[in-house]
């Protein structure tokens, strides 16, 4: 009777341990699908953040441009003169 029970232990046993070696497979398989998304969200996320950078970087050198700053003059009645190199000496020189 003894060796009865023990048998059917050891084969319940041994279901566990094959249902658990089946799952360790598929827990690994999802792990991995879960991490390549995360990576290609963080990958899609840094291209954007690239993007906008090159965005900001290509509106500041338009904005530098004198184009730009006599356009805006204009709009704003902002009216520039030229500085003569004597007077220029001489407001570096009283400083």
Same mark, same amino acid.
């Given at each position: ?28 398989? *999802? ?26 970087? *290509?509106?500041? *050198? ?29 407001? *570096?020189?009283?400083?």
């Amino acid at each position: 009777m003894k060796s009865a029970g023990i048998e059917k232990a050891f084969v319940v046993l041994t279901i566990i341990f094959i249902n658990i070696c089946l799952l360790i497979p598929v827990w690994q398989s *999802a792990t991995n699908t879960q991490l390549r998304r995360e990576l290609m969200q963080s990958e899609r996320l840094l291209n954007e953040n690239e993007e906008q950078k090159m965005l900001v970087s *290509a509106s500041i *050198a338009r904005k530098t441009t004198p184009e730009y700053i006599i356009e805006q003059s204009t709009e704003h009645n902002i009216v520039f003169t030229q500085i003569g190199s004597d007077s220029g000496s001489l407001m *570096a020189s009283n400083r």
